[in-house]
């Protein structure tokens, strides 16, 4: 059997152990060496309760957006939407939300790998920023090319069809 030699010193003879004693042994100290440590029942009962977790919030505090766009003569209309329940300035608000909802909230922007068609769609350009579901939102959409027209037609009404602008011109 394998025995371990400690340093302690008995009568000029060294002691040997085996590794199942020298570990009981060595608990046995760490255990005694906490139970030395002095813990005042009255710190204890005055320690704070762990908090609780909050609770998410309803998907209604999360749902506002505001879309400006431009129709390409520089001329603006800047827009709100809020979602469930539905309002804001932006025309036809339900129908936008309803959109939103079928697509996730706002498309993100065009995969860099994806092939376009190098069809003009118009220079119409517009910006939605906010927040949907309680995710940040700051995207921006064009007509430069066939993705970003087929990009733009999918959020239909949220973004206008081309040539259809409604709200004031804001400068």
């Known amino acids: 059997m394998f025995r371990l030699r400690d340093r302690a010193h ?3 003879h060294a002691r ?5 004693a ?5 608990s046995a100290t760490v255990v005694l060496a906490l139970a030395a440590v002095p813990v005042p029942a009255s710190a204890a009962a005055r320690m704070p309760l762990p908090l609780p977790l ?3 919030l309803p998907e209604a505090a999360g749902d506002q957006l505001t879309i400006t766009y431009d129709d390409g003569s520089g001329a603006t ?3 709100t ?4 329940p539905a309002g804001g300035s932006l025309p036809n608000a339900q129908a936008a ?3 939103l909802d079928a697509l996730d909230g706002p498309l993100g922007p065009v995969p860099h790998d994806q092939m376009c068609t190098e069809l003009y769609g118009g220079p119409q350009s517009a910006r939605i920023t906010g927040t949907w579901h309680g995710r940040h939102v700051e995207d921006t959409y064009n007509r430069n090319d066939g993705c970003q027209a087929a990009r733009w037609q ?3 009404p949220v973004l206008p069809a081309p040539g259809r602008v409604s709200g004031a011109p804001v400068h």
């Open 54 to 56: 909050p609770l998410p």
């Open 81 to 84: 939407l809020s979602c469930h």
């Open 16 to 20: 040997t152990r085996s590794p199942r």
């Open 22 to 26: 020298l570990g009981r042994s060595l």
């Open 10 to 12: 008995t009568k000029g």
């Open 154 to 156: 999918r959020m239909e």
């Open 77 to 79: 209309v800047t827009n």
């Open 97 to 99: 939300c309803d959109r």
